[in-house]
Each structure stands twice: as C-alpha cells, then as structure tokens.
C-alpha cells in the first residue's frame, strides 16, 4: 500500500523563558531529527514583527537547514510575495538552489504575514500581479527569461508552490501549473474544494507538467488524549491572540493553563 509523506512546517516559535536564538537553535535540531526519521521536507513560513515567532527572513533559516542536513528538502511556506520584488526572491533561492541541489522549494504566499503597519514599513505592495510574479520567478530559476536570470543549480531548479487556503489559491496554482499547498488551518472548510478545484482546473506549465499536492493541518502527538489536549493549549492561545490583534510568546502548556 502507497504511503503518504509526511512534512513539517517549522513556525520557529519563542516562548516565555527564551529568544530567538534558542528558538533558531531547536529549528536545527528539529531539521536534523526530522531528516533521520524519514520526513520528505521541512518549510519555514515568514513572519514579520511578531514577538512569538522568529522566522522573519525564510532565506536565512533555509541555508542553514540546508548546511546542517543532507537529504531532508528545505523549504519556504512561504515567502510572501508583496514584500519582495521577483528578481530578488528567484536570485536568493536559486542561490539556495545551488548551494543545496535537488533540495530546495520555493512557496510564494499572497498576504504580506503581518499588520498594516508593518507591512507598510517592509514597503508591502498589493497582490495584484501574483500569478504573473510567480510565473516570472519561475522563468527567471530556469534562466528563460530573457536578461533577468537567477543563479540556481545547473541541473534543477526550487519546486515553486502557490500556498492558498481557499478556492482562489487553488484556481491561481491551476491556472499556472504550480504546486499547491493548502493550509487547512486557516481554511479547513475549503480544503476538500479547493483540491478538487485545482485538480480539475490544472494547466500544464514550466512550473509543472501534474497536479501537486499538500495539506498543512496542526498535529499533536501524546500517550494520551489528555496531554495531546494540554500540549495543545499554547499554540490555541498564541492563534487566538494574533487574531485580536495582540500576538504574544508561546506559553509553556503549565501557563496556557491559567
């Protein structure tokens, strides 16, 4: 019977008690564990001005992933496209691309991963032209964009993935041929949709000849039902904090408690 890989998405979290560097430190050593039990990838997601998280240049974090481990893929989910210009994402991972061959996937988000405010101060533009940008960068990894070409491997190039968590996610991947990823935390209620969406409106590309598929949902694993619950506690509380607007550290299940 066909297994079905398994991946992780790697927030980088920062908790009450610890800072970033201890959080980048447990990332490596996630990477590393993760690589000797069998995981196909590991993505980091880009975060901006957030107290509990650490992952704020993706770029960054991916080589060093890439450096301390051999096999595991390393990735973005995402880089979020509006805060970057196309040359410049395809000129960092193509860099990433030749420094970890084989290794590297590229998933470009529409929303800017922060406020307001701070997208403005990152000089945030709209989303408008997504599909195009995505479609560009694509072109520019594989050196056929006419004077705008990325360094990359000679033999490969990054998987390029359009993250959604609706059916508009879905129709943008489709209708360009890239991979999608479909966060069924943000849209568990669309998710079965927008895979049968992009499936059905799939358009052959440069980015890929097949449909391509993954879901990203939360996990907690305990002995018991009980303490998967408590476990899960911090992360409900740091989710329902950054949606009113007051995002804090990750608590330690003991204060998530209270």
């Known amino acids: 019977m066909a297994t079905t890989p398994v991946s992780i998405l790697e927030l980088a979290s920062v ?4 800072g970033a560097a201890e959080s980048l430190r447990r990332a490596g050593e996630l990477a590393v564990r993760a690589e000797e039990l069998g995981y196909k990838r590991l993505w980091v997601a880009e975060h901006h001005n957030m107290p509990g998280i650490a992952s704020t240049a993706p770029e960054v974090l991916i080589a060093h992933l890439g450096t301390i481990t051999s096999r595991l893929r390393i990735g973005s989910g995402g880089v979020m496209l509006p805060n970057h210009a196309p ?3 395809a000129e960092r991972f193509g860099m990433l691309e030749a420094l970890h061959p084989g290794r590297i996937d590229l998933a470009l988000g529409r929303a800017p991963g922060t406020d307001q405010v ?3 101060a990152l000089g945030s533009r709209g989303a408008q032209r997504f599909p195009d940008e995505v479609s560009e960068i694509g072109a520019m990894l594989r050196g056929e964009s006419g004077r705008l070409a990325a360094v990359s491997s000679p033999e490969t190039t990054p998987e390029v993935w359009v993250l959604g ?3 508009d996610g879905a129709l943008i991947a489709a209708s360009i041929g890239a991979a999608y990823a479909h966060s069924h935390s943000i849209g568990p209620r669309n998710t079965v949709a927008a895979l049968d969406l992009y499936r059905e409106r799939f358009v052959p590309s440069a980015l890929g ?3 391509r598929t993954l879901i990203a949902t939360g996990a907690v694993a305990a002995d018991t039902e009980a303490e998967a ?5 911090p992360l409900a509380v740091m989710m329902a904090r950054l949606r009113r607007g007051t995002p804090g ?4 299940p003991e204060e998530a408690e209270v």
Do not use: C, I
């Not at 908790?15 to 610890?18: A, L």
């Not at 619950?229 to 506690?233: F, I, M, N, S, W």
């Open 15 to 18: 908790g009450t008690g610890y």
């Open 229 to 233: 619950q408590r476990q899960a506690k």
């Open 165 to 167: 968590s609706s059916g």
């Open 87 to 89: 040359l410049a994402v």
């Open 249 to 252: 550290k990750l608590l330690s």
């Open 118 to 120: 701070t997208a403005m």
């Open 209 to 211: 000849e097949d449909p």
